[in-house]
């Protein structure tokens, strides 16, 4: 039984990170329908600037919220000068998230080499009634984190201007937003807090250009299962994922580690056969 | 010259400089221009599938896998000839990518791009897998000898694989161009642009959509067995997810909805690396990268797409608005130019 609320928890910390960066993920579909597939290498990236200034002798928390602010400057700007003059159709758009992937994956590997490195943790290694302190920090962190992005959307009129402009553009500019600058403020918000998922996952997994690859594809399949237009279904599901990947790699012995993504990527596949839209998302009409 | 009239010339001009160039270059050379073609085969089975009937694919390296595999195993566990691989493989590929394709019919978008990544991820797992070690070699794969020169031809063996290769990719284009020229074609766009509308006309949607899955799934199987041939080994490692996002990336270059354009996606599959490593060593996919997302900014709708409007900007401009449409005008204009 202790093993079993072992797997659980750390499905939880795990499945945390995968719910942020299905977060992320579905902040910028909600507003352009886009799919950033290169969403895991700028958490990547942002981990690496984060660490670089912990080794330059900055304290844990300073370096974690400078990395949170770079993050969003970046991700603005990476909105407004690559994604926004992209015109062409939805796979043009694709392949530029694409291209944008391989360079941010080649500038980390060329300024930091490919060797892995030790990411610290606000959490010392040790396990207090069988529970690690570390993957605690991780859920509890991710937890404050997706409640500050719910409090942001729900309570404050930024929130609800942004809320506004990936709903209803046209509606939005009637009413004096200013629907451009919402997108690239979502992009910015978004590349923060994949900045957080990758910083709480560094210490696990240490730190390496490739590291968010697979985080990249659960998260992927955690948004979907929990339905792509549907925020707090994405969270759902992004730990649902967390736990039933552990879950399968502990109990199913063939599986192993080897085979655990594709299993738990097959389950999910089976689930949004049954339910094409999601567990919570939307079923879209269409108007014929 | 009309453009109806000369696009026979210029296929038959291309068929000839192409047989012309293994002779004018080095073998190492032509193994390039053979992968070129390879990728060429692949991607003209996946721009039926995402160009011409709107599903996406993130998993066509695993058909390409599946290919390659199937002409391995048939030559190194059952001694088939090298060329009898191929029709096997188009099989084992169709069936493969048909069955893939009825359960895919529930899912659009990015589901259906989920559940393609997903077999792209499954697959090379699954050849690694030790129980199917006998067969599939496990991580270390299969070695294939390079087949002889036939008829005593005085060719080498990579001139004559690039010959045998470009035969096959010559028939196999003429096949697809037929294919969404007549009806299954004309079905398979409408589909793509408005399903509900070709469900009311009596297209039977999700027949297509799996058919379509399957032959796509064909193409890419057919260049996959080749590629075994050619490269002389298969390995877990070559057919990574990577693989597959090469193939979506090649087709949206190359251009979508083009038959054309799946000749330059292959070019650009091929030479853009070495390129890439030539101008960086240090960080060859920035600039892989860089030109990726340049590309786009160029040209949105490929290679084939920028050709297409280069041609029509140099035919001259279209009948002024002033004076009606007569039935010549109609006449001149080839049907994919009134099309939009």
Redesign the interface.
């Known amino acids: 039984m202790d093993l079993f609320i072992q797997q659980i928890l750390a499905g939880l910390a795990v499945g945390g990170i995968y719910a942020s960066l299905a977060l992320a993920l579905v902040m910028i579909y909600q507003a352009t329908e886009h ?1 950033n597939f290169a969403q895991g290498e700028m958490a990547m990236f942002s981990t690496y600037i984060a660490w670089s200034l912990i080794q330059a002798g900055f304290p844990y928390w300073a370096a974690f919220f400078a990395t949170l602010l770079i993050s969003f400057i970046a991700g603005v700007v990476i909105e407004r000068v ?1 994604v926004r ?5 939805i ?6 998230f ?6 941010l ?3 980390a ?2 300024i930091y080499t490919y060797t892995q490195k030790s990411f610290p943790s606000p959490m010392p290694d040790m396990a207090v009634m069988g529970v690690n302190l570390q993957e605690l920090a991780a859920i509890g962190v991710t937890l404050v984190v997706l409640f500050l992005i719910f409090a942001f959307f729900r309570w404050t009129p930024l929130g609800l201007a942004m809320r506004a402009a990936a709903q209803n553009p046209e509606s939005a500019v009637l009413v004096g937003i200013h629907v451009g600058w919402m997108l690239a403020l979502g992009w910015g918000l978004a590349a923060a807090v994949g900045a957080v998922a990758g910083m709480m996952v560094a210490p696990k997994l240490t730190l390496d250009p490739s590291m968010m690859g697979s985080v990249l ?1 659960y998260a ?2 955690g948004a ?1 299962l929990g339905g ?1 237009s549907s925020p707090g279904g994405a969270v759902i599901g992004g730990f649902a994922v967390g736990i039933l990947e552990n879950l399968i790699g502990t109990y199913v012995p063939v599986v192993g580690n ?2 655990k ?2 299993v738990a ?2 389950l ?2 089976g689930v ?2 049954v339910k ?2 999601g567990m919570f998302g939307q079923t879209v009409t ?1 108007r ?1 | 010259m009309p453009a109806r009239a000369a696009r026979p010339l210029l296929i038959a001009a291309g068929i000839m400089i192409a047989l012309a160039l293994p002779f004018l270059v080095s073998d190492y050379r032509t193994f390039q221009l053979t992968q070129v073609i390879l990728y060429a085969i692949a991607l003209c089975g996946l721009n039926l599938l ?1 160009g011409f009937n709107g599903q ?1 694919s993130l998993g066509h390296g695993a058909f390409y896998a599946l290919g390659a595999y199937t002409a391995a195993i048939l030559i190194d566990s059952f001694g088939f000839s090298p060329y009898l691989t191929v029709p096997v493989a188009g099989i084992v590929t169709f069936v493969a990518g048909y069955l893939f394709g009825i ?1 895919a019919l ?3 978008g ?2 259906l ?3 393609t ?2 077999l792209a ?2 697959l090379p ?2 050849l ?2 030790d129980a199917f070690e006998p067969w599939t070699g496990g991580v270390q794969g299969i070695f294939i000898d390079k087949p002889d020169v036939p008829f005593g031809l005085p060719l080498t063996p990579d001139q004559w694989l690039y010959v045998y290769c470009l035969a096959i990719a010559s028939v196999m284009f003429w096949l697809a161009a037929n294919l969404v020229k007549g009806r299954i074609g004309r079905a398979l766009i409408a589909i793509r642009d408005n399903p ?2 070709s469900d009311a006309m009596g297209i039977d949607t999700a027949r297509y959509k799996s058919l379509t899955f399957g032959i796509s799934a064909l193409y890419t199987g057919i260049a996959g067995a080749l590629s075994a041939v050619v490269v002389n080994f298969v390995a877990p490692d070559s057919f990574d997810l990577f693989l597959s ?1 090469t193939l ?2 090649g ?3 190359g251009g ?1 909805a083009s038959i054309s354009g799946a000749i330059y996606g292959g070019a650009f599959i091929v030479y853009l690396p070495n390129i890439a490593e030539k101008i960086s060593d ?5 600039i ?6 340049a590309l ?2 160029v040209m ?2 490929g290679v084939a797409g920028l050709l297409k409007r280069l041609t029509r900007r140099l035919r001259g401009p279209a009948p002024t608005p002033g004076r009606p449409l007569t039935a010549l005008d109609i006449l001149k204009t080839s049907p994919a130019d009134r099309g939009d």
């Open positions: 799919v690559i003059p992209i015109q062409g159709s796979l043009s758009v694709v392949v530029v694409i291209g944008l992937l391989v360079i994956h080649s500038l590997g060329w594809i992927f399949a979907l792509i080897e085979l993504l594709t990527l097959i999910i596949i949004l056969i094409p839209s269409v014929v | 995402m996406v359960p529930r899912l659009h990015l589901y791009a989920l559940a990544l997903a991820l499954a797992q699954l690694r897998f509900i509308a996002i979506l990336v087709v949206v270059v979508l240090a960080a060859p996919w920035a892989y990268g860089l030109f990726l997302i786009m900014f949105p709708d």
